[in-house]
Nanobody, 123 residues
Framework: QVQLVESGGGLVQAGGSLRLSCAAS????????MGWFRQDPRKERAFVAG????????DYTNSVKGRFTISKDNAKNTVYLQMNSLKPEDTAVYYC????????????????WGQGTQVTVSS
């Protein structure tokens, strides 16, 4: 059965770093586009970062460019989001997802979703 399990969230001070992990089962992450999305109480779920299947082309929302890095480890069937220089506005529940579509930022095309992991950044 397909499953995505996020981990690595927590509480960190502004300027600090966290690495989120997304462990996949039931499919191969190298054959799917993988994305990270986030949602806080004031907003609907929004795209953060994505990496395409095979070619590993990446895309990021403007607010995280230069601070966040998405990557895959195909041997571990795991996707990561390295988050540096964290800001209070990064506080949200972060979700991992998988898509067979070509547009990484278009969340309506994602087929599988994880349960989310909380990231809280204090000032």
């Amino acid at each position: 059965q397909v499953q995505l399990v996020e981990s690595g969230g927590g509480l960190v001070q502004a300027g600090g770093s966290l690495r989120l992990s997304c462990a996949a089962s039931g499919f191969t992450v190298g054959s799917y586009g993988m994305g990270w999305f986030r949602q806080d109480p004031r907003k609907e779920r929004a795209f953060v970062a994505g990496i395409s299947g095979g070619t590993n082309i990446t895309d990021y929302t403007n607010s995280v460019k230069g601070r966040f890095t998405i990557s895959k480890d195909n041997a571990k069937n795991t996707v990561y989001l390295q988050m540096n220089s964290l800001k209070p506005e990064d506080t949200a529940v972060y979700y991992c997802a998988a898509t067979r579509g070509r547009f990484l930022a278009l969340q309506s095309t994602y087929d599988y979703w994880g349960q989310g992991t909380q990231v809280t950044v204090s000032s």
